[in-house]
């Protein structure tokens, strides 16, 4: 068995919250919603190498498909980025290979047989940072388990100190408890001396982005979804001031095309057509990591269909072995309205038994500087939405007497 449970809650939750909230883990509990599982999720190390060495390959295969797009409009519209976005694309240079996002996650199903497959990547504003960099390492310390989370602040201390971000914003910044403890936490692993403002207190003069005293910014990691300049009111002047590098916007603008679930799409039909972009082994890891995907519904099985910038289980649709609608996300906000849909073979997550219930788990993989380093895990139903919990996941290290690890 590749998954196992550690532990049992502790008595005094309040005393633990609080203890993390002075970690700046302030969202351990979300009013009532006990977000935070108090319990450690292990899995074996050969699994844990084999999913980190898989999304080292399929990160530069990501990355390969993400610069084979830049220039071709046609690719663009197919992956549905907004046309605010395409001058900006096609006018301004893409980080160097492996780089094209410094800040991202994997999701992946991982059977209890230890199969691992992509369900998709979020190259442009994940988060869960927290949760791995902060939480997990003090979980796997108090059970004595092996974690490659450690390295996670480093990393980003290193990305940034290429960017050199001035300033840090997110939506409703001190209002919105994950959001706001997300980028504070990057702020303080950069070390750098960074200024925290609200997204909507930005505002554009002259093609110049401003912050609510008029101070021009220079350079911004902003917590925004890049696809949203295609919705929000001032997207357009705000699109307008990147391509004409007023400001240098972190992520960067290519990563938007990471983003695009299109992208898994494009890079499956690349695979199905033996095109040499991809070497032998990138063929190899494409086929056993990934799943099938298309932009049309040619599925006659149990397939997954989604909004190419679908965010929190939002769009999701699952369908069963007849095709028929098995299940579908009904809380978060459906943006296959504005996107087109992607559509993917069926993988269900693996089924876990905690204290607090049964769930099913998502295990992320951040890359942070080019470099997979640290997990995270998602406790939910089949489609991993907002009500999702957050359950820290270590490694095992040693085998025991009946074959398994401990």
Not at 51 to 57: G, H, K, N, T
Not at 264 to 290: S, T
């Amino acid at each position: 068995m590749v998954w196992h449970v550690v532990g049992s809650p502790h008595e005094d939750r309040d005393a633990r919250v609080a203890e993390l909230a002075a970690m700046g883990f302030t969202w351990a509990d979300i009013e009532e919603e006990k977000y935070w599982i108090d319990q450690l999720v292990t899995m074996d190390r050969k699994t844990h190498d084999e999913l980190m060495d898989a999304s080292q390959i399929l990160w530069n295969i990501f990355d390969k498909a993400a610069r084979f797009v830049i220039g071709k409009e046609d690719l663009y519209q197919v992956l549905s980025i907004p046309e605010v976005l395409w001058d900006g694309l096609d006018w301004l240079d893409p980080n160097e290979f492996g780089q094209m996002s410094r800040y991202a996650r994997f999701d992946f199903a991982i059977g209890h047989d230890g199969n691992i497959k992509l369900l998709e990547l979020n190259a442009d504003t994940p988060t869960g940072y927290v949760e791995s960099s902060v939480v997990t390492p003090w979980m796997c310390k108090q059970y004595e388990k092996y974690t490659t989370n450690n390295e996670m602040a480093s990393l980003v201390r290193d990305a940034w100190a290429v960017e050199q971000p001035e300033y840090v914003a997110c939506v409703s910044y001190g209002q919105h408890l994950e959001d706001t403890g997300t980028v504070d936490m990057l702020a303080k692993h950069s070390g750098l001396d960074i200024k925290m403002i609200d997204c909507l207190d930005l505002w554009v003069d002259e093609g110049v982005l401003k912050d609510a005293n008029g101070i021009a910014i220079k350079r911004l990691f902003a917590l925004y979804p890049k696809e949203w300049m295609a919705i929000d009111d001032g997207g357009e002047a705000f699109a307008y001031s990147i391509e004409n590098r007023h400001v240098e916007l972190f992520n960067s603008l290519h990563a938007i095309i990471l983003q695009s679930k299109g992208l898994q799409a494009l890079i499956w039909g690349l695979h199905e057509l033996e095109v040499d972009l991809f070497d032998e082994k990138e063929h190899d890891y494409i086929e056993r990591f990934m799943l099938p995907t298309y932009n049309k519904p040619i599925f006659d099985h149990s397939y997954v269909s989604k909004s190419m910038f679908g965010r929190e289980g939002g769009s999701v649709q699952m369908f069963d072995t007849e095709g028929q609608l098995d299940v579908q996300d009904t809380a978060g906000v459906d943006t296959s309205q504005f996107f087109s849909r992607v559509y993917q073979k069926r993988a269900d997550l693996p089924h876990i038994e905690l204290a607090s219930g049964s769930f099913h788990l998502l295990t992320g993989v951040f890359v942070i500087h080019g470099k997979p380093c640290g997990l995270l895990g998602r406790a939910g139903g089949l489609i991993t939405g907002n009500s999702s919990h957050f359950v820290a996941i270590g490694v095992n290290e040693h085998e025991a007497e009946d074959g398994s690890t401990i």
